[in-house]
Nanobody, 118 residues
Framework: QVQLVESGGGLVQAGGSLRLSCAAS????????MGWYRQAPGKQRELVAR???????NYVDSVKGRFTISRDNAKNTVDLQMNSLKPEDTAVYYC????????????WGQGTQVTVSL
């Protein structure tokens, strides 16, 4: 079992920046992918960014060029640097992890609110 604890988030004006961090504990040796989903009110949860244990990254098109995901395998942390934030980035952001051999996320953080105002 992997436990995930998030930090960061908050309220920022459009064009501003925020950094989300997620710390993993437990059976972290079994983790392949880590990343972030988000869910806005009335919308489905969507994958924002992910990074593999080897450092390969993927981003949803809407955040490419603005968000950067990074990972420290020694510290078992994953960060999401969010720049040039837009009101449409407003959502609850969830850290997740996915173990080797699993096709879906199997651990989730508690979620952190990101609100971008005009």
């Amino acid at each position: 079992q992997v436990q995930l604890v998030e930090s960061g988030g908050g309220l920022v004006q459009a064009g501003g920046s925020l950094r989300l961090s997620c710390a993993a504990s437990g059976s972290t040796f079994s983790v392949n992918y880590m990343g972030w989903y988000r869910q806005a009110p009335g919308k489905q949860r969507e994958l924002v960014a992910r990074i593999s244990s080897g450092g390969s990254t993927n981003y949803v098109d809407s955040v490419k060029g603005r968000f950067t995901i990074s990972r420290d395998n020694a510290k078992n942390t994953v960060d999401l640097q969010m720049n040039s934030l837009k009101p449409e980035d407003t959502a609850v952001y969830y850290c997740y992890s996915r173990r080797f051999g699993n096709p879906q996320p199997d651990s989730w953080g508690q979620g952190t609110q990101v609100t971008v105002s005009l």
